[in-house]
T-cell receptor, first 113, second 112 residues
Framework: DQQVKQNSPSLSVQEGRISILNCDYTNSMFDYFLWYKKYPAEGPTFLISISSIKDKNEDGRFTVFLNKSAKHLSLHIVPSQPGDSAVYFC????????????FGQGTRLTINP | NAGVTQTPKFQVLKTGQSMTLQCAQDMNHNSMYWYRQDPGMGLRLIYYSASEGTTDKGEVPNGYNVSRLNKREFSLRLESAAPSQTSVYFCASQTGNSYEQYFGPGTRLTVT
């Protein structure tokens, strides 16, 4: 039972355009969400997060949107740059308990020049 | 400040062999985690340690054991490796005040 789902294994976007990565979750107890970026042969690195009390969080070119009623979040990258080419993982956590993260399957983003 | 370090980077084992993956962090974090990454599966939690002296099972603990040696070090042991344990293993740490986890560079393990 996949509690966090990224239904698009890959996404290709032209440099300078907007990249939109999507993530759905099923567990209504999740109340904190994170996006991680992973380059080949490296560990994931934290990108941006959002608490369930917010519906938007922005950090430079990166914005995360949360729709709690739809159990859906998205990551927007504007403008997309070649260095953004990586695998992006969505993750979720419950506030109560051990703060374990549950990850989605990942989306491979390719930015084309 | 090295962050999270893992050894070895690569390892090839034969079925039935044992090995220990080492992880250390120098950020004084309380919590440490072991994940495996398989194609199309994302990262799945194997074991975690919320604090020194405690360990708990994650989503896929079968075939693994862990030791939280001290606050810095958290090792993962495969007692009898199986081909299904071929994967990339990541260690992560987390301060108790944030949800953000910091990951090591990973160990690529192949079991033949």
């Amino acid at each position: 039972d996949q509690q966090v789902k990224q239904n698009s294994p890959s996404l290709s976007v032209q440099e300078g355009r907007i990249s939109i990565l999507n993530c759905d979750y099923t567990n209504s107890m999740f109340d904190y969400f994170l996006w991680y970026k992973k380059y080949p042969a490296e560990g994931p690195t934290f990108l941006i997060s959002i608490s369930s009390i917010k519906d938007k969080n922005e950090d430079g070119r990166f914005t995360v949107f949360l729709n709690k009623s739809a159990k859906h979040l998205s990551l927007h990258i504007v403008p997309s740059q070649p260095g953004d080419s990586a695998v992006y993982f969505c993750a979720a956590s419950e506030i109560q308990g051990a703060q374990k993260l549950v990850f989605g399957q990942g989306t491979r983003l390719t930015i084309n020049p | 400040n090295a962050g999270v370090t893992q050894t070895p980077k690569f390892q090839v084992l034969k079925t039935g062999q044992s090995m220990t993956l080492q992880c250390a962090q120098d950020m004084n974090h309380n919590s440490m985690y072991w994940y495996r990454q398989d194609p199309g599966m994302g990262l799945r939690l194997i074991y975690y340690s919320a604090s020194e002296g405690t360990t708990d099972k994650g989503e896929v603990p079968n075939g693994y054991n862990v030791s939280r040696l001290n606050k810095r070090e958290f090792s993962l042991r495969l007692e009898s490796a199986a081909p299904s344990q071929t994967s990339v293993y990541f260690c992560a740490s987390q301060t108790g005040n944030s949800y953000e986890q910091y990951f090591g560079p990973g160990t690529r393990l192949t079991v033949t």
